[in-house]
């Protein structure tokens, strides 16, 4: 059974910090890992999808790197701003199954000071 | 094109009652996937309904169940709620099939019974 696991559980960061955050899961046999956004009490924003094939993916300040082979991904989040304080979760699908569908760490709680 | 979107907002029901959550899919998308969300937790599979038939289902019991109707809208229905049942819920759209298969989520729907 696939195990998603992000440490830490909180981050508090000076605003214009670069931080990363990390996800480890148990079993690599993965299609692809999602990472996503979540304000207070709302749906999650896709912010970058890695396939299994792909070592990195980026978008502006934020870059996502896999290695399936030891079933670790990070998230680094240059320049950090108030604005990206939200819980940071990640989420990978399986490579087999009908459904595929996704599951998903814990969190990282991220609170950017000003 | 059309996000996610889920009805009711809030919700408050008692142990006991049953309740029907709503999902409209993405414009042009025909699957769609149920998650729970507990307070400080990632997201939980509930299951699949593609080509309106359940195509996948987490370790959720029975009195979970759901729709999908032909314009790719889906429900789901909780029935004999639990204390335990209160949580964000979260339903996602995809288009099976897809290589990428990338799933986008809806506001949610906060249940909370008492």
């Known amino acids: 059974k696939q195990e998603v696991t992000q440490i830490p559980a909180a981050l508090s960061v000076p605003e214009g910090e670069n931080l990363v955050l990390n996800c480890s899961f148990t079993d690599s046999a993965i299609y692809n890992l999602q990472w996503f956004r979540q304000d207070p009490g709302k749906g999650l924003t896709s912010l970058l999808l890695?396939?299994?094939?792909?070592r990195e993916q980026t978008s502006g300040r934020l870059n996502a790197s896999l290695d399936k082979s030891s079933g670790r991904s990070t998230l680094y989040i240059a320049a950090s701003q108030p604005g990206d304080s939200a819980t940071y979760l990640c989420?990978?699908?399986?490579?087999?199954?009908?459904?595929?569908?996704?599951?998903f760490g814990s969190g990282t709680q991220l609170t950017v000071l000003p | 094109e059309t996000g996610v979107t889920q009805s009711p907002t809030h919700l408050i029901k008692t142990r006991g009652q049953q309740v029907t959550l709503r999902c409209s899919s993405q414009?042009?998308?025909?699957?769609v996937s149920w998650y729970q969300q507990a307070l400080g937790q990632g997201p939980q599979f509930i299951f699949q309904?593609?080509?309106?038939?359940?195509?996948g289902r987490g370790n959720f019991p029975p009195r979970f169940s759901g729709l999908q109707f032909p314009n790719y809208s889906s429900e789901l229905n909780v029935n004999a709620l639990e204390l335990d049942d209160s949580a964000l819920y979260l339903c996602?759209?995809?288009?099976?099939?897809?290589?990428?298969?990338?799933?986008?989520f809806g506001p949610g729907t906060r249940l909370t019974v008492l």
């Open positions: 890695i396939q299994s094939s792909q």
């Open positions: 414009s042009g998308h025909n699957t």
């Open positions: 996602a759209s995809s288009l099976y099939g897809r290589q990428v298969n990338e799933q986008f």
């Open positions: 989420a990978v699908r399986p490579r087999i199954g009908s459904a595929r569908q996704l599951t």
């Open positions: 309904y593609y080509r309106e038939e359940e195509n």
